[in-house]
């Protein structure tokens, strides 16, 4: 059998197949950053909180009101989003005047407070959740036996990226919206309502991390803590692309799970640091990242 | 950039540094006498979290930079100090400054990169960073991993007295304590001090000036993670323990939050702020999770409300009422 | 909120008329702090339920002794973390009174508060926590370990399974050193038990994708899977495993720290066939079903895990050891509980080492089918018992400083 470096090339794609599941998780995550950085200028911390947020959504959604995978799918984004519009509304929007890093802590101490709460309800221990039954089992490729649920994971959140990149870069609202995070003063001038776009940004990014939470659910366990260590990751990932183009969170998230799932065949002690090492060495050769614009 | 970040700056005029004088001299006081009021290992361990928020305040509040990674340099003193006492049976006090001077080489390494971002990066940077050691210290065979370094001797101090004591113990956190707070009153008080501030408010004018700004950042950095390193290779000493507790990010989000609370850019506030957090988790404690949620509403509060601290509240009360 | 209630604040004290024996006793009331994880990871195997088979302890103690000792039970939450449990015991036996500490889940707490007991000169009944370090380098003359520890977990499975034909072993290791123990301790059986280790893999702690390393494992072709992780790792490696078809393609998973709790989290359908070693099982005879069935009436219908069970019968032990000595100071009380044999409803007879070890049998028990449960917490077989003189370390391998050679 052929090998690299000892590995059957076999065994290899089957450990690429899966570092791009976990990339799939990184990637609409880091687009969610990028999206509400874009526009607000601050880097929401609660991030992994409203992404722990969207499966528990699903799990009580399955629980309370027996409402299965495909409905959490809808609501759990909507829902959640909407309390992201009213945290932007209450709280961040009196904090725009401000030195940025107070909407970094601001969204830290939020994100204390929810996983705090749900800790309290739920205990640390994680939730079931059962994979929808429309996709249990799964397909053996030769070299694998990739399960249904992960491959729908890899194409799903493949289509919501390229369909939120083309939505910006393509579509006139989202022209609106680059506009506004150039000169918000000039668009505003031309009649457009710029709070209420930073609002729906801010709901829209926020869906987005509720969105990769329901499809997590399946795969992890429903945890409160599930988001908080996930998220200083994404922030890595995030250094790592540089914030300044949505497709760069894209290529950056998914790249980056590559890696890692090649770490973890050749050096798996280090398949959680390995992230952070690349991060030191973009900033070496890099500081803006590397798809940044220095500002 | 908006410089409303550091509202309670502490400007230097002769006034205040009277009032700072006699409010050093009633925290000498307070330290000298709480012992005989509280629980010696509690009161030591106020100490050595408000020596860690001042060291943190140093970077903050005088240099405008916030890190979301100070726990590397206080966990990773704490493994120092507590392998080196344990394990190579050094001295206390060899012990502490070992810590210290490792944390330093620690900070500077991690400061080179750090710095070359600004703001927001900045504080994500140190974040990234502050994981990665903390994924070295699960997994590096001297940290003992989950169970960290158990059974610390305190040993004896110059090798005669016996720190076994829970006084004489008190009376070398205090000393480190007060000497670490006098130090970085001395640094901010310098013209190095007054440059960082000028950094602070306006980097682009203070490069026009001639001043290398990335060099001042990063020695601010190394100061604030060296003297953050002492605090806990201190506290590793008087709990006989150094473990992953220390090195985990929610130590990083605590110091924010001790100096928040007591007032960014204040000397005073970090050590108020120590104190109250220190002792609302001493007696929360047994709410398990629901101190997580009170400190994310302290977070939310200070934000939205208060953002000038405890200290830097009744600075702006006093002023008010004295006009200048 | 009620259980919360009941752990955090003082549990309750039970007063009782004070005998001749009260003369001894420090402020003559016996004061016990249970110490454990009450909301988080290892609440479910500990936690509010532990504080309920202590209570139950005391309360069977007064039934059936004469000299009218009083007892009060406290409880408290050390978050897992050795700073805020080395605290709590240091504010215990400073401030608080407290005479003997038990439980403490979580080996790095453990070995905190161990430390602090023997410096104090009080008790400490460990029952939650796992390293077998308590019996070993840091063992204690005011310390005794009750209910079961890594090397007996490592070696009752992996000794069982070779005997039963799993000889071939891959491990999925946590890498820190807890899973390191493990594996150290379950390789050594296998191999000593005419077994072949493949391979074996260190994976992140705590990790939450195992996919990778479980088609490492897969490919290894070994017929048993060792999970050398524990907690949530453990849930989510038996998960994934049973996604990724690896149950299914005929290879075995062996847990080597599972709890009945877990088994009721994951739900027979996905832990069925699982092999683990436990010491107590509440289907075992009249005793132990009477005893958990009152024990699940008053930790809202869950049942006992062997955790808990420990508690209370170690507690019952310490009681009886004061009584006998009529004095509650730690290092003579547990003197005095290694010298008299033990014997209550749940572990059976049984006697404690000079380590600090206590000796009794372990139970190799497999996951049920859901065909073959007859309801909730019907989920083990058992296929094994292990007597009690080979079920923990030997006295003399453990480099224990108080065994004398």
């Known amino acids: ?295 | 950039m908006a410089a409303v970040l550091h509202p309670g700056t502490a400007a230097a005029s002769a006034g205040e540094t009277r009032s700072l004088r006699w409010a050093f001299a009633g925290m000498v006081a307070l330290v000298a006498l709480a012992p005989l009021a509280v629980y010696p290992v509690f009161a030591m361990k106020v100490m050595c979290f408000a020596l860690f928020a001042c060291a943190f305040n140093l970077l903050i509040g005088f240099g405008g930079l916030l890190s979301f990674g100070h726990a590397m340099f206080f966990g990773g003193g704490a493994y120092l100090a507590a392998h080196s006492a344990k394990v190579w049976g050094f001295t206390p006090e060899l012990a502490v400054l070992f810590a210290t001077a490792c944390t330093a080489l620690l900070a500077l390494a991690t400061g080179l990169l750090a710095i070359r971002r600004q703001g927001i990066y900045f504080a994500m940077i140190t974040l990234a960073l502050a994981q990665m050691v903390y994924f070295f210290s699960l997994q590096a065979p001297f940290t003992g991993g989950e169970d960290g370094i158990q059974a610390v001797p305190r040993g004896k101090l110059f090798g005669v007295v016996d720190l076994a004591n829970n006084y004489a113990m008190y009376a070398f956190v205090a000393v480190v304590f007060l000497g670490g707070f006098l130090l970085i009153w001395r640094i901010v008080h310098s013209p190095f001090g007054q440059v960082l501030k000028a950094i602070r408010e306006n980097e682009p004018r203070a490069v026009s000036l001639g001043y290398d700004t990335d060099r001042y950042k990063l020695v601010a950095f190394v100061l604030s993670g060296t003297i953050s390193g002492l605090a806990g290779g201190t506290k590793a000493l008087v709990f006989q323990l150094a473990s992953l507790t220390d090195v985990h990010w929610s130590m990083s989000g605590e110091v924010v939050l001790m100096t928040l609370v007591g007032g960014l850019g204040t000397l005073f506030g970090p050590v108020v702020g120590a104190a109250v957090i220190v002792t609302m988790q001493n007696y929360l404690a047994q709410l398990g999770a629901w101190v997580t949620v009170v400190q994310g509403a302290i977070f939310v509060v200070c934000v939205m409300a208060f953002r000038r601290g405890i200290v830097g509240e009744l600075g702006a009360l006093f002023r008010a009422k004295k006009p200048v | 909120m009620e259980r919360k209630l009941v752990s955090t604040l003082v549990a309750a004290a039970f007063a009782g008329l004070s005998g001749p024996a009260a003369a001894q006793i420090s402020d003559g009331v016996v004061k016990i702090g249970v110490m454990n994880d009450m909301s988080g990871l290892y609440a479910d195997i500990a936690g509010p339920g532990s504080v309920v088979a202590a209570k139950m302890a005391v309360e069977d103690f007064q039934k059936t002794s004469k000299s009218g000792l009083k007892v009060e039970v406290v409880g408290a939450d050390h978050q897992n973390k050795p700073d805020v449990g080395s605290n709590i015991a240091r504010q215990w036996y400073d401030v608080d009174k407290v005479d003997v500490i038990v439980d403490v889940p979580t080996s790095s707490v453990a070995l905190a508060v161990n430390q602090i007991t023997r410096d104090k000169g009080k008790a400490f009944l460990v029952s939650g926590a796992a390293t077998s370090d308590l019996t070993g380098k840091a063992c204690s003359p005011n310390t005794i370990h009750w209910t079961y520890d890594t090397w007996m977990l490592a070696n009752g499975t992996g000794n069982a399974i070779v005997k039963t034909g799993g000889d071939t072993w891959f491990f999925l290791t946590a890498d820190y050193a807890f899973g390191h123990a493990l594996e150290r301790d379950t390789e050594a059986a296998v191999v000593k038990g005419g077994g072949k280790v493949l391979g074996k893999v260190r994976h992140p702690f705590p990790g939450t994708d195992f996919s990778s390393f479980l088609l490492q494992a897969q490919a290894s072709k070994a017929k048993i899977i060792g999970l050398a992780n524990a907690g949530g790792d453990t849930i989510n490696s038996i998960k994934q495993a049973s996604e990724f078809g690896i149950t299914k393609g005929g290879q075995n998973l062996a847990g080597l720290l599972v709890f009945i709790t877990d088994v009721h989290g994951l739900g027979l359908q996905t832990a069925q066939g699982l092999i683990f070693t436990e010491t107590f099982y509440w289907d075992l005879n009249d005793q132990t079903r009477e005893w958990s069935r009152r024990f699940a009436a008053q930790n809202g219908g869950r049942y006992p895990s062997m955790v808990q069970a420990g508690v209370y019968s170690s507690v019952l032990h310490y009681l009886k050891a004061v009584e006998a000595a009529k004095t509650d100071d730690g290092t003579k009380v547990i003197a005095q509980m290694k010298a008299m044999p033990t014997d209550d409803p749940l572990f059976g007879k049984g006697s404690i080492r000079a380590d600090g070890r206590k000796i009794h049998p372990a139970y190799l028990v497999e996951v049920k089918k859901p065909s073959e449960s007859k309801g909730p917490y019907d989920y083990y077989k058992i296929r094994a018992t292990i007597p009690a003189d080979q079920a923990f370390r030997p006295i003399d391998q453990g480099d224990c400083p108080l065994v004398k050679k």
Not at chain 1, 18 to 32: D, E, M, Q, R, V
């Open chain 1, 1 to 295: 059998m052929d090998t690299i470096f000892g590995v059957p090339t076999q065994a290899l794609f089957g450990q690429l197949l899966i570092g791009l599941i976990n990339g799939s998780f990184y990637a609409l995550l880091s687009l969610g950053l990028a999206v509400i950085f874009g526009l607000l200028n601050i880097i929401n911390f609660t991030h992994g909180a409203q992404y722990m947020l969207g499966a528990f959504t699903a799990y009580l959604l399955l629980t309370k009101a027996g409402l299965g995978y495909w409905w959490a799918l809808l609501i759990a984004p909507v829902a959640v989003g909407i309390t992201g519009i009213l945290i932007e509304r209450l709280l961040l929007s009196h904090l725009y005047k401000l030195d940025h890093l107070y909407g970094l802590l601001l969204t830290f101490g939020l994100a204390l407070i929810i996983q705090g709460v749900f800790r309290n309800e739920f205990g640390s221990s994680g939730q079931p959740y059962p994979i929808p039954p429309q996709l249990t089992g799964g397909q053996n490729l030769g070299f694998m036996f990739l399960p249904n649920y992960r491959a729908w994971v890899i194409v799903a959140s493949l289509v919501v990226c390229l369909a939120t990149w083309f939505m910006i870069e393509r579509t006139k609202l989202g022209g609106y919206l680059r506009a506004a995070t150039e000169n918000p003063a000039l668009v505003q001038a031309f009649g457009v309502n710029v709070p209420r776009m930073i609002t729906l940004t801010y709901g829209f990014g926020v869906g987005l991390a509720a969105l990769a939470g329901v499809m997590a659910a399946p795969i992890y366990q429903v945890s409160p803590q599930m988001g908080a260590d996930l998220i200083i990751v994404v922030f890595a990932v995030v250094v790592i692309g540089g914030m300044g183009s949505i497709l760069g969170a894209i290529v950056t998230g998914f790249g980056l799970g590559l890696i890692e799932g090649l770490t973890k065949v050749f050096y798996p002690e280090a398949s959680n640091t390995v992230i952070f090492i690349i991060m030191a060495i973009v900033l070496l050769l890099r500081p803006a990242g590397l798809f940044g614009r220095e500002k």
